[in-house]
């Protein structure tokens, strides 16, 4: 997500951290750029132009004129502004007995998706959520929601067969949630492709029935210019108290996160990232701020590494390097540590200066993963624990038993030669994963990938 809005944000600070002097002609030019920078991301032409107007009201000020780096001064400048945009500071759910979370959104948005994983983030943190499926039309809602509960194990309302009205459903649902003991209730509700009365009208009668503490509206990202008018039609009708973006890894330009956020008044609260019922982030203002000006987001990224890796086995990998051991085993155990930390395009989001490594994502995606890992599973418990008696002979045996080329086989143990000798030295990639291991992350660790490596 925001990588188009990165890219062209990029050229123009770098530019404006090399003048020694800020003058009203540069600010100008940059402000020009961001904005058309903005436009191309799918920015409301309002939002773009109201936040132009503040970012250079603030540049121009007497402080920046004087600083000794004005240029920097000025992307510190543009990082507040932007996190005002997104809302300042994280917000919170409303848990607030009765805990009652309405779901709504457009047809594809992702609410059922969300529903579900929204249910697994308050299940970790104790509670005990119900799931209620109140989507009457969509063929096979009721269902899929049940598939979600039965995940994550999570106890779920079915209407009865053919109803259709909604608040008779909702009625009945309440009288299910009091005798299952649950503390907060997630209502999974009907969309359409577009809004229209009968929709609006279904969530009216909801709402004014359940009176919810949250009512969310679940936006996919890629809405474009379609944003404002989504939000504000759902915000005027029901009062959203908060927004979910989803689909972040799916969109380059994510111009709906900025504004929704500015045309509602109302907080995004939670972003989705990726197909796992795990990818469910809270969202911080700041930190997306720093992933759109390229710094990063670090403190997120040792927040998802700390739920997803298990420490004994990464401490137990990082002693085997420690005795310069690494074999097909190891790597195996790498892979599925990163797979459960979300997809790789994300993660990079979050490194600073993940502009230089765009081109790592696409070559080291799902599909090209899932060959390397099928070389590694055709090999026997021998061959992955002695990397080095992988012959001709053995090597075209691999070939044909993971579907791949005799040449994608050999480029594949080409690099992993390349990464064992990495990992054997006492280099950064070690250090890195001892840290994992240990609490800790030294975010300088993530430097050392070997140069042209790829998948």
């Not at 000025?74 to 990082?79: G, L, P, R, Y």
């Not at 004014?208 to 679940?218: A, G, I, M, N």
């Not at 989803?246 to 956020?261: I, N, P, Q």
């Not at 890992?373 to 053995?394: D, F, H, Y």
Request: charged share 30%; glycine share 12%; net charge positive.
């Amino acid at each position: 997500m925001f990588a188009q809005l990165s890219g062209g944000l990029e050229g123009v600070f770098k530019k404006l951290k090399g003048q020694g002097k800020i003058t009203e002609k540069n600010v100008a030019d940059a402000m020009r750029e961001v904005r058309m920078a903005l436009l191309e991301a799918d920015v409301d032409f309002g939002v773009a132009k109201e936040f132009i107007a503040k970012v250079k009201e603030r540049s121009l000020g007497e402080k920046v004129l004087r600083s000794v780096t004005p240029g920097q001064q000025v992307v510190k400048i543009f990082q507040d502004c932007l996190t005002e945009l997104f809302g300042g500071d994280a917000a919170a759910l409303d848990l607030n007995v009765p805990a009652r979370i309405v779901m709504c959104g457009l047809n594809g948005a992702g609410k059922t998706t969300t529903s579900g994983k929204l249910a697994l983030r308050l299940k970790k943190e104790g509670r005990k959520p119900l799931l209620i499926a109140c989507d009457l039309y969509r063929p096979a809602a009721v269902e899929q929601l049940a598939t979600l509960a039965a995940e994550i194990d999570v106890p779920v309302f079915r209407p009865d067969p053919g109803e259709k009205n909604i608040v008779k459903a909702a009625k009945k649902a309440l009288v299910w949630a009091e005798a299952q003991g649950g503390n907060v209730l997630i209502f999974d509700t009907a969309g359409r492709q577009e809004i229209d009365t009968e929709l609006i009208e279904e969530l009216k009668r909801l709402t004014d029935l359940l009176k919810p503490r949250e009512t969310l509206l679940v936006a996919d990202s890629a809405t474009g210019q379609q944003a404002v008018s989504v939000a504000t039609h759902f915000n005027d009708a029901v009062g959203i108290t908060g927004i979910v973006l989803t689909k972040l890894d799916g969109d380059a330009r994510g111009g709906a996160a900025l504004s929704m956020r500015s045309v509602t008044g109302q907080p995004i609260k939670f972003v989705g990232e990726g197909e796992k019922l795990t990818d469910l982030d809270v969202f911080v203002p700041s930190r997306m701020a720093e992933r759109i000006l390229g710094m990063g987001d670090v403190v997120g990224l040792v927040e998802r590494a700390a739920e997803a890796i298990d420490e004994e086995e990464a401490m137990k990998m990082a002693k085997r390097m420690e005795k310069k051991s690494f074999d097909f085993n190891d790597f195996l155990a790498q892979m599925k540590m990163m797979q459960k930390m979300g997809p790789l395009d994300g993660i990079l989001g979050m490194l600073p200066g993940a502009s230089k490594l765009k081109g790592l994502a696409g070559a080291m995606d799902e599909g090209k993963l899932k060959r390397v890992e099928a070389i590694v599973l055709s090999m026997t418990p021998k061959e992955r624990s002695r990397p080095e008696i992988l012959n001709g002979k053995r090597r075209l045996r691999l070939a044909r038993g993971s579907g791949n080329s005799i040449t994608q086989v050999n480029q594949f143990l080409r690099q992993f030669g390349q990464m064992r000798k990495m990992m054997r030295s006492k280099g950064k990639m070690r250090k890195m994963l001892g840290q994992l291991g240990g609490g800790g992350m030294d975010m300088d660790s993530l430097g050392g990938l070997p140069k042209g490596m790829k998948f």
